[in-house]
T-cell receptor, first 117, second 113 residues
Framework: GAGVSQSPSNKVTEKGKDVELRCDPI?????LYWYRQSLGQGLEFLIY????????KSGLPSDRFSAERTGGSVSTLTIQRTQQEDSAVYLC???????????????FGDGTRLSIL | AQSVTQLGSHVSVSEGALVLLRCNYS??????LFWYVQYPNQGLQLLLK??????LVKGINGFEAEFKKSETSFHLTKPSAHMSDAAEYFC???????????FGTGTRLKVLA
């Protein structure tokens, strides 16, 4: 498909376990974003990757959260020692990137619904 | 700091009635503005965007939005609601010099038969 792909679509895990969420952006998109959407809330920015530049991690809520992007394409968001408050939908988006103009829209995946028991 | 405010977390309209979803932004510099729609268990889909080329922007599914600088607003409208329009709608803004979007908290639209 041509869209942003996220896996798994659903993840249920026990408190204290580590989880990895994957995002495969649209081919050619240099910018990649992770957001968290909690029930009844808007979208909370987590992290931004632009090409080979250092990522903007300013939205990560704690040091239990980390993300990497290998080869400028696929990204993995890792949450260590999960807590119940981490339960949310994690959305990934990609775009052509700021270098192509700040009006470039972000294209979203369908998200990973994470539930911490 | 820039912010985006969506008035009304829930809006109900009858099928065939006008849809009006409100969005106000706070910024000294007119931003780029976007409306997204989110259907259940899906990601966000772009409806339309404002990039200063025209104040009235037409999007997909019959939606349009008008940028009003004097009111710092970017309200979303559709002349006649359809049952398939039931979804959550998000307004977002980005300003020159930043790649981050600021999202509103969303408005859930319910369409009544």
């Amino acid at each position: 498909g041509a869209g942003v792909s996220q896996s798994p679509s659903n993840k249920v895990t026990e408190k204290g376990k580590d989880v990895e969420l994957r995002c495969d952006p649209i081919s050619g998109h240099t910018a990649l974003y992770w957001y968290r959407q909690s029930l009844g809330q808007g979208l909370e920015f987590l992290i931004y990757f632009q090409g080979n530049s250092a990522p903007d991690k300013s939205g990560l809520p704690s040091d239990r959260f980390s993300a990497e992007r290998t080869g400028g394409s696929v990204s993995t968001l890792t949450i260590q020692r999960t807590q119940q408050e981490d339960s949310a939908v994690y959305l990934c988006a990609s775009s052509l990137g700021a270098l192509e103009g700040l009006d470039q829209p972000q294209h979203f995946g369908d998200g990973t619904r994470l539930s911490i028991l | 700091a820039q912010s985006v405010t969506q008035l009304g977390s829930h809006v109900s309209v009858s099928e065939g009635a006008l849809v009006l979803l409100r969005c106000n932004y706070s910024s000294s510099v007119p931003p780029y503005l976007f409306w997204y729609v989110q259907y259940p268990n899906q990601g966000l889909q772009l409806l339309l965007k404002y990039t200063s080329a025209a104040t009235l922007v037409k999007g997909i599914n019959g939606f349009e939005a008008e940028f009003k600088k004097s009111e710092t607003s970017f309200h979303l409208t559709k002349p006649s609601a359809h049952m398939s329009d039931a979804a959550e709608y998000f307004c977002a803004a980005s300003t020159s010099g930043t790649y981050k979007y600021i999202f509103g908290t969303g408005t859930r639209l319910k369409v009544l038969a």
